[in-house]
């Protein structure tokens, strides 16, 4: 089966600029994640959706990241205006919504953001 | 709530040691435990998982993880590492049925030949 696609896979911009991470899903993933991996921690999460549904936003910068899941498959993740602590890897995992697996996560190569 | 604790930030052995990553945790309720392996420019993939039933968990490439639930641990063993094991290693936790998962900082295990 297709993994989880993302693009672009590198990004660099100037600070106060926008800028918007695409996320495909495994065919069938009813959750997606969106997850912010600064150099050196662990992924944090960013959103969660249960299809096109947000299950969790608490760890969202709300004043400068939106998200959207579009018909429940594709999502966009986007950033105006970019700030220079935002540079950092942008990943995207998809799920299937099955306890008994553990919610098994699967994820996309990520895209590394450098804001100037 | 959850939380995630690597011990170790790096690891370097040499190729052919044996090797430990140690991962505590935290929680309040019962737990599925994961270790992901990210390889240099790729995207994290699982290596291993305790859901239920046996404590002693193993991965396709020779790695082992052992859940204990009175030390809260899950630590991640290989008797014999390999230069290919060089990548970052996270642990992550998920409270059963739930939908949010933790992951801890990571370990870097460098395998030097």
């Known amino acids: 089966e297709a993994g989880v696609a993302q693009s672009p896979r590198y990004k660099i911009i100037e600070k106060r600029q926008s800028v918007a991470f695409w996320c495909n899903p495994i065919?069938?993933?009813?959750?997606l994640y969106w997850y912010q991996q600064i150099l050196g921690q662990g992924p944090k999460l960013l959103i969660q959706?249960?299809?096109?549904?947000?299950?969790?936003d608490s760890q969202l910068p709300k004043d400068r990241f939106s998200a959207e899941r579009l018909k429940g498959v594709d999502s966009t993740l986007k950033i105006q205006p970019a700030k220079l602590e935002d540079s950092a890897v942008y990943l995207c995992?998809?799920?299937?919504?099955?306890?008994?697996?553990?919610?098994?996560?699967?994820f996309g190569p990520g895209t590394r953001l450098t804001v100037l | 709530a959850q939380s995630v604790t690597q011990l170790d930030s790096q690891v370097p052995v040499f190729e052919e040691a044996p090797v430990e990553l140690r991962c505590n945790y935290s929680?309040?309720?019962?737990?599925?435990l994961f270790w992901y392996v990210q390889y240099p420019n790729q995207g994290l993939q699982l290596l291993l998982k305790y859901l239920s039933g046996s404590t002693l968990v193993e991965s396709i490439n020779g790695f082992e993880a052992e859940f204990n639930k009175s030390q809260t641990s899950f630590h991640l063993r290989k008797p014999s590492v390999h230069i290919s094991d060089t990548a970052e290693y996270f642990c992550?936790?998920?409270?059963?049925?739930?939908?949010?998962?933790?992951f801890g900082a990571g370990t870097r295990l460098f395998v030097k030949a």
């Open positions: 959706f249960q299809n096109n549904g947000v299950v969790d």
């Open positions: 065919s069938g993933h009813a959750t």
């Open positions: 929680s309040s309720v019962s737990v599925y």
């Open positions: 995992a998809s799920s299937l919504v099955e306890r008994v697996r553990g919610n098994e996560q699967f």
């Open positions: 992550a936790v998920s409270e059963t049925g739930g939908f949010k998962t933790i």
